[in-house]
T-cell receptor, first 110, second 112 residues
């Protein structure tokens, strides 16, 4: 089955800096890669996603890149703000299954 | 309506109790999911309903019993739970095939 590894497990940045979270997957049939943000005590929320036929997608301060050959994808947050502090989960889906990474706790210091 | 509504928000139950968790969505999604999330861990898939039919059961213990009365509703019946079942139970819905899942706020369950 699919195995998704996520790094780092914790990340602390200064407000205004960029943050990068990386994930690798094992199933070459995976074709959909979402990123979820979960604030403390809240629900996971989809913040951006990418399909396997696209290499990069951007939405304001958030971008995701995908390297199918290397089976890795990354989340990039620019100009970080304190409200970006949360746990971020990557995931990989082959339409029949979806596996989450272990999560990255991002802290943005004012 | 772009929300998934879960009730109750909190539940404390004894190991001999029977309770049910409820989930509702009105986005016309054809797939609904139950996930279990322990503190500081990612959500773990328990059940998937696709077009109101149970399509995957991830070897979850029989003390958890899902039910999908219609395309908008999803229940999780609980019976004879163990303390290790204490967790946040999340419902989610999506168009199909695990894409663009919308999660509910969850039920925080404590088993005493």
């Amino acid at each position: 089955g699919e195995n998704v590894e996520q790094h780092p497990s914790t990340l602390s940045v200064q407000e205004g800096d960029s943050a990068v979270i990386k994930c690798t997957y094992s199933d070459s049939a995976s074709n959909y890669f979402p990123w979820y943000k979960q604030e403390l005590g809240k629900r996971p929320q989809l913040i951006i996603d990418i399909r396997s036929n696209v290499g990069e997608k951007k939405d304001q301060r958030i971008a995701v890149t995908l390297n199918k050959t290397a089976k890795h994808f990354s989340l990039h947050i620019t100009e970080t703000q304190p409200e970006d502090s949360a746990v971020y989960f990557c995931a990989a889906s082959n339409n029949n299954d979806m596996r989450f990474g272990a999560g990255t706790r991002l802290t943005v210091k004012p | 309506d772009t929300e998934v509504t879960q009730t109750p928000k909190h539940l404390v139950m004894g190991m001999t109790n029977k309770k049910s968790l409820k989930c509702e969505q009105h986005m016309g999604h054809r797939a609904m999911y139950w996930y279990k999330q322990k503190a500081k861990k990612p959500p773990e898939l328990m059940f998937v309903y696709s077009y109101e039919k149970l399509s995957i059961n991830e070897s979850v213990p029989s003390r958890f019993s899902p039910e999908c009365p219609n395309s908008s509703l999803l229940n999780l019946h609980l019976h004879a739970l163990q303390p290790e079942d204490s967790a946040l139970y999340l419902c989610a819905s999506g168009p199909a095939g695990y894409e663009k899942l919308f999660f509910g706020s969850g039920t925080q369950l404590s088993v005493l």
